[in-house]
């Protein structure tokens, strides 16, 4: 008897240019004291060694919401500061989400005379729910809008010092 399984993949890639040095971008993706002041305000924390973990805090509004109190986690696949970032990523947004396998995150930052060019990659296999929720644009100003609000947030915090959402 054979057995045949098909894997769905699912390859986003998202790329902005930010007027701000690699080391702050890094620093606006891996710091607490940065990621948590865009995008969903969400404490996002890093061992950056291979093998370490990842995991985004939710905010007590998150929880007031029924929110666990870890919405994103992780490893750390490599780390080559300021220039490239690999992990897994697995979001626990929902019950569907959860189930779904973790996805694979690869950031990658070039800089030229001042500029940051950011390309995020996002691996998923077999994972609608959570492409569907990274892929979002809708309910922006309560935190939604997937990878595009992001990368948009933090490129405004970074060069305005102000994020969109105030």
Known sequence: MTTTETTTRTVQVHRVYIKATAQ??????????????????????????????????????MREYGAPDVLIDGEVL??????????????????????????????????????????????LDDAPHTLAAVASDEKLREGGGGWAWILSDMKSLLESGSSIGG
């Open 24 to 61: 702050a971008v890094w620093d606006a993706i891996t710091s607490p004291e940065w990621n948590a002041r865009y995008a969903c305000r969400a404490t996002s924390e890093y061992e950056l060694r291979p093998g370490g973990a990842y995991r985004v805090i939710t905010t007590p509004e």
């Open 78 to 123: 490599e780390v080559d500061p300021p220039h490239r970032l690999v992990q897994t990523w697995h979001a626990y947004f929902t019950p569907d989400t959860a189930a779904e396998a973790p996805g694979r995150l690869t950031w990658e930052l070039f800089e030229d005379d001042g500029l940051t060019r950011l390309t995020v990659t996002h691996e």
